[in-house]
């Protein structure tokens, strides 16, 4: 593998994911810098999540907090909308595997945007974006094509998400990180820096400048800061919390 690759692990319903996507969004914008997006799966299985009081109780005030520390929007819609809604679920495996059939129309930038609509839509519009047809609209609004977005989602569900959540899920602990978002610069097959994005929360601008210098330096300053998986603020297998104040 020549050049840089930024890999990104995370998860459709991660709060802190939420909060990182404008670094997401700048790091597409650095040329040489090759992204790769991989699902982790944090609400699937025995930990999907029903809309409860008490889940709204406790996610709240980690938005809030995300909100503070990023600068990212959270809706009413979200607030009063769906987190009273006692009847929705959250399931993270329908829109990974989603993005997956984005990425296999239009590769990784087609599924970045839709990771980008999807965490619009949940924390902002306060849609179930674990619902067949709220996906198919989103995708259709994000331009894929109706037919073929349908039969891959078909194709690529079940199994082949599953294989690659696993997969995402060995990575992290690979890396030695601690959940979602962890991103990492991969130089060549086997040296890999996990980055910490904790400073560059809410600073766009200066996590684009710090990745462009590594492109320009192919990867001479990789860091072995955040080696060891401390990245900042993530949400765990089964959410997310706060980060420690000072």
């Not at 005030?61 to 809604?85: K, N």
């Not at 929705?88 to 930038?109: H, K, N, Y």
């Amino acid at each position: 593998m020549s050049g840089l690759t930024l890999h990104y692990i995370y998860d459709p319903l991660c709060g802190w994911c939420y909060g990182a996507a404008p670094l997401v969004r700048a790091a597409r914008a650095v040329p040489g810098l090759a992204l790769a997006l991989h699902g982790g799966g944090m609400l699937t299985g025995a930990n999907r999540r029903r809309i409860t009081a008490q889940w709204r109780d406790y996610v709240m005030p980690h938005d809030r907090r995300i909100a503070a520390l990023t600068g990212q929007p959270f809706g009413e819609r979200y607030f009063e909308g769906l987190l009273r809604d006692e009847s929705a679920v959250m399931d993270s495996a329908a829109p990974t595997t989603t993005i997956l059939a984005a990425q296999a129309l239009g590769g990784v930038q087609a599924a970045a945007d839709l990771l980008a609509r999807l965490q619009h839509a949940h924390y902002v519009d306060g849609l179930r974006i674990a619902d067949a047809q709220v996906l198919a609209d989103l995708a259709g609004q994000a331009g894929l094509d109706p037919q073929r977005f349908a039969g891959l989602c078909l194709d690529i569900g079940g199994d082949k998400t599953q294989a690659h959540m696993a997969a995402s899920r060995a990575l992290l602990n690979r890396l030695g990180g601690h959940g979602f978002p962890t991103f990492a610069l991969q130089k060549g097959t086997d040296q890999f820096a996990v980055l910490d994005v904790g400073p560059f929360l809410g600073d766009a601008g200066a996590w684009q400048e710090s990745l462009a210098r590594a492109v320009a330096q192919q990867g001479a300053s990789m860091e072995a800061d955040g080696q060891d998986g401390a990245g900042g603020p993530v949400c765990g297998a089964q959410g997310c919390a706060l980060p420690a104040q000072g």
